[in-house]
Structure formats: C-alpha cells, structure tokens
C-alpha cells in the first residue's frame, strides 16, 4: 500500500463503500486490476504533462464499473507526483459552456477544488500563492541578502514579476498576470482587502468588467466564454512556479448527453472538442484533463459525442482494435468488468480494512468469500449487468452485519444452505470464467413458467 492506512482513511472507505460511491482519500488501499489502464495514464502523468506537454483522455464505462474510482485514484496519484489537481462532477447547473454561466458554474467548482499534496482537500490557490512568495523571499534570504533591506523587497518583486511579466503574451495573460501582481502588492503592505479582491477575480466571482477595475484594475472577468482559457494558463502558471502542472478530472459528463436541447448539447460538444483539439495538438503546456463518461454518452449517434462528427473522427476506434487488442494511447480508456479473481482480491483487502477499523481478527476464510461471490453471481444478469458497486456494497453490509452480530455465522447472515443456488466453487481457479456461474439452459425459455 503506497500510503499507511490511517483510522480516519479507513472511516472513509468504509463509508463510502457502503453508501456505493468513491472514497475521496484511500482508494490506492482498494485498488485490484486495471494496471494497463492505470500505467497508460501514469504515463500521460510522468512523460507527456510534466515534460510540458498536455492530454485529454475520456474514461468510459458504465455506471458502477469504477470510472469514478479511477478518477480518484489517479488524482492521488497526482498528488505523489507533485500536480496540483482540481475536480468537478458536471450535473445541469454545471457544463462546459451555457446561456446561464453553467461553464463559469464549472470552473468556480473547480477552482473550489484545487489542492495540492500537503491540502488535499480543496481551496488551495491561495496557499498555492503564499507558497510560492514564500519561497522566493527564501531564496534571497540564502542568497545572503537581509530580509529588512531594500535591496532584498527589489530582488523579490523582480522574482515575482519574472514569472509572470512572461505570460502576458498570452491569450489573456496580461490581465492574469495584473491580478498576480495586486495579489503580491497586497501580500508585501498587509493588505488583505487587495489579497481578497484578487482572489474573488482568480476564482470567476466578480460579475461585472466594471467592478473588476474598480478593484483591481482589470478591464475583463473570467466568463462563460473565457474559462478555459483560463485553466490554461493556470496549468503554465503552477509549473512555472515549481509544480509538475494542473490536471483537471470532469467527472459524470454524461450530463452533457442528458442535455434535451440540440444547440446546447452541441455548443458543449464544440467546448469539449476545443479541449481535445488544444490538448492533443501541442496548443497548450503541463495541462491533463480527463473526464469520466458512459458508453451510451459516446457512442450513440444521435446524441452522443458520436452524433457530432468532428468528435467522432477523432474518438472512434481504428478498423484495427478488436477483441484482444487495445489501443491505450486512444483517447478513449475503456474499462472492462473485472476478473473473478481480481474480485476475490478486492474483497480480501476490504476484510482486512474492515478488520483494522474495527480491531478485530478476520476470520472469513476461501471458501466463504467464494461463498458470497457464488451467491452474487448466480443473480438474473449479473455476467452483464453487476458491477464492482453493487459487489462491494452488499459485501461491506455482511461484514457489518457480521461484526454488529457477533453470535451470527456467515452463513446464517448469507441465508443458510439457500444462498449456493448455483453451480458450487470448490476452488478459485473456477472463478476465473464469468461464464461458468451459469448453467447453461437448453433452450432461453428452459425456465419459463406460467
């Protein structure tokens, strides 16, 4: 396990399980499978954003499959890697772009999401800024310079404006950099209303150019239209300032497929392939962005990302990608159902850290987790149709179920000999063939009754 696992991290992947949602801290404790997945976008991480270039990816699979999770487990990934990382789920208030600020909507969550390593829990550009003063008053502190002199208030603003006097060439960059530099002014005379003022514009809260000059001299505000803009610079800004880069993770984008109207949904089709096309291009600099999708989302063409074809051109699979064969260096990460054996894996780890938050000695043994997931799998379209929530979930209930009933057995809480409905595993290399849960029928109908 890359992190210790801790009482308060053990609290939230419980809960979180069992309510079927992704744990915000802890989820390297839980992962199983999905290593070529995992490795193509650690990839993306370590030669292609912190070498200065960018990516956008598109996680794809259906509810309950681990999307969500893999978003998660690869923003604490980030963090080991020194990004700063910011996250949003999309829903009909919040999209890439709309007539109601519903993009602004975004970036604002996003911008209330940021964090870093040692602020994991959002609101962090601030101390992101205080950081990076910080640091360069300690390096003309080192250089010998008395930190109460002139000479030293010179060295540090010509620091601060070195970085950022070199992105107003950029497309919005001079009002940016104006902003970092009330922020500094503020920081260097105590003045907390200035350091505010510059943060509310940072964050996309001021509404009007007006009352932006008047506070900051600024003649623009972050908008509906501008946003994304804005990330880009934000990307150059943080590496700029000793960090590998931003990535940004949009999950639950298929509300842009639920989008009922056809010139809306397309509008944030366009922003979205405006993302892909700068990303993919070389237009943009230690920038990463990947979004959580379904399948329906992408690939039904008469609503879906498929319907626009400029999207489609550049997301649809080669002639070549077929059974066996996966490309991951596509945009497109598909995540298949997992492994019965990597199943079983997944449920020992939650006994144990089911065992460890509640201190006691686990004692569920081969063959009654085969037991559960015999149980689990013989459910009418579970080779289709179950997905690693609803394992998990039900599992995590046994288990509590068993720890609060202490004079209970396992079988007892399963339901007696009523639970092994199917064919019974005798060892775990049975469970390596989802189609050996099922009996096969002689006929579809073989079942049937009136």
């Not at 696992?5 to 999905?34: D, Q």
């Not at 800004?237 to 960090?243: C, K, W």
């Amino acid at each position: 396990m890359a992190n210790k696992l801790t009482k308060r991290m053990s609290t939230a992947i419980l809960n979180s399980l069992s309510a079927g949602v992704v744990p915000r801290k802890g989820a390297e404790h839980i992962v199983v499978g999905r290593k070529a997945e995992i490795d193509a976008l650690l990839h993306d991480m370590d030669e292609v954003i912190a070498d200065g270039g960018a990516t956008c990816r598109l996680v794809v699979g259906r509810y309950g499959s681990g999307k969500s999770f893999m978003l998660q487990l690869m923003r604490n990934y980030a963090f080991q890697r020194n990004f700063v990382v910011a996250d949003a789920d999309l829903s009909p208030q919040r999209r890439l772009t709309g007539s109601k600020d519903e993009g602004l909507a975004t970036y604002r969550e996003l911008m209330k999401n940021m964090a870093i390593k040692t602020r994991p829990d959002g609101n962090a550009f601030a101390t992101i800024l205080e950081k990076w003063i910080s640091k360069v008053q300690s390096k003309f502190v080192r250089a010998g310079i008395d930190r109460n002199s002139r000479r030293f208030a010179d060295a540090v603003e010509t620091g601060i404006y070195d970085v950022v006097d070199a992105m107003e060439g950029m497309v919005h960059g001079f009002d940016f950099a104006t902003v970092i530099h009330e922020y500094w002014h503020g920081h260097q005379i105590g003045d907390e209303d200035r350091k505010a003022a510059a943060m509310r514009w940072l964050r996309g809260e001021f509404n009007t150019k007006t009352e932006a000059r008047q506070a900051l001299g600024v003649r623009s505000v972050i908008d509906d239209q501008s946003w994304y803009d804005y990330i880009k610079l934000m990307a150059y800004f943080v590496h700029e300032i000793g960090y590998s880069g931003l990535i940004i993770f949009i999950d639950e984008a298929v509300n842009l497929y639920r989008i009922s109207h056809a010139v809306s949904r397309r509008n944030n089709y366009e922003r979205l392939l405006t993302v892909f096309n700068d990303t993919r291009q070389g237009g943009v600099e230690y920038l990463g962005v990947m979004f959580g999708a379904t399948p329906d989302m992408v690939q039904d063409t008469r609503r879906g990302l498929f319907s626009y074809d400029a999207l489609k051109t550049r997301l649809e699979e080669s002639q070549f990608v077929r059974e066996g064969f996966r490309d991951l260096n596509s945009p497109l990460i598909h995540l298949d159902i997992l492994h019965q054996d990597e199943i079983y894996s997944l449920l020992q780890k939650i006994c144990q850290i089911h065992a460890f938050h509640y201190k006691y000695e686990s004692n569920l043994n081969h063959e009654q987790l085969t037991s559960f997931m015999s149980e689990i799998m013989n459910r009418i379209g579970a080779d289709t149709l179950l997905t690693p929530r609803d394992i998990v979930r039900d599992f995590v209930t046994v288990l509590n179920l068993l720890h609060q009933n202490p004079n209970e057995s396992f079988e007892s809480i399963m339901g007696g000999v009523e639970f092994t409905t199917g064919k019974p595993y005798s060892d775990l290399d049975a469970l390596t063939n989802a189609n050996q849960i099922h009996d096969e029928p002689t006929s579809p109908y073989a079942s049937f009754q009136i």
